[in-house]
């Protein structure tokens, strides 16, 4: 595979989304990348209805802790076959917002399910695809809150809405995934001004990549 596939992470309103973007911009417009981004759950038309599923509820049934497991696998299974495993084979990069390491965080450690059992379901979703890197943003859980309770419609989601406790644990969680792995993740200050995180994103990938600009 030629092209490298980054990956953030971090809990809710971290600032993974808007930090992806301005990446992607970034390794597009000055670098002169191929570039791609995508996110988790989502990223193919299947894989946006398992997002609705998961978010909403959709189907008048609440989804069981097992099923919501199984289905951000199958979304990430249908991002991997059909569009992340064939563009870095063709040389483009991929900005990714979530993978792999959101199941461990919130079902593993949010959840409560066998971690190492959910990194086999993982690997079996993902085949060959592998993060070269990985960006933990992190922030405390009330700093995120606060931030999306200021975001437009202000509406939670049906992760969202789970308890504090929840989302102290995948907080912690994220920490000791990225303990175990420190050649792949770079854990980054989520609290800075957006453009500081960015900054220090970049630098962090003209020294991983070797990039000059
Ligand atoms: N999930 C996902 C699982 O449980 N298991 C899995 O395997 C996977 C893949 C996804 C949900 O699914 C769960 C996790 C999630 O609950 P989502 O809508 O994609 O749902 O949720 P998030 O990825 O958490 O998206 P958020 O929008 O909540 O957070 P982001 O992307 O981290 O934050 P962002 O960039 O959208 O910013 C949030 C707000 O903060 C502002 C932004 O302008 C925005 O208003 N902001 C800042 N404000 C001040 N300073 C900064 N540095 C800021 N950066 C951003």
Redesign the pocket.
């Known amino acids: 595979m030629n092209g490298k596939l980054i990956t953030f992470e971090?809990?809710?309103?971290?600032?993974?989304?808007?930090?992806a973007r301005e990446l992607t911009k970034w390794l597009q417009e000055s670098v002169g990348l191929k570039v791609i981004t995508t996110?988790?759950?989502g990223g193919t038309p299947t894989g946006e209805v398992i997002r609705q599923l998961?978010?909403h509820d959709l189907s008048g049934e609440p989804l069981c802790d097992e099923t919501e497991a199984l289905l951000?696998c199958a979304s990430r299974a249908q991002l991997c076959k059909n569009l992340i495993g064939p563009a870095l084979k063709d040389g483009t990069w991929v900005v990714l917002?979530?993978?792999t390491d959101?199941?461990l965080a919130?079902?593993g450690y949010?959840r409560g399910f066998n971690v190492d059992q959910l990194r086999n379901i993982n690997d079996f979703a993902t085949g060959e695809v592998k993060p070269d890197l990985t960006i933990l943003?992190e922030i405390s859980v009330e700093e995120g809150f606060s931030?999306?309770s200021?975001?437009g419609d202000g509406v939670k989601?049906r992760?969202?809405q789970a308890p504090l406790e929840f989302h102290t644990r995948l907080h912690d969680g994220y920490l000791e995934i990225a303990k175990r792995e420190p050649e792949r993740f770079v854990i980054v200050d989520?609290s800075?001004?957006?453009e500081k995180?960015q900054e220090d994103i970049r630098n962090i990938i003209r020294s991983r990549f070797g990039l000059e600009v």
């Open positions: 971090g809990g809710e309103g971290a600032g993974k989304t808007t930090q996110r988790e759950p998961l978010q951000f917002d979530r993978f959101s199941t919130y079902q949010g943003i931030r999306i200021k975001r989601d992760i969202e989520g800075q001004s957006s995180v």
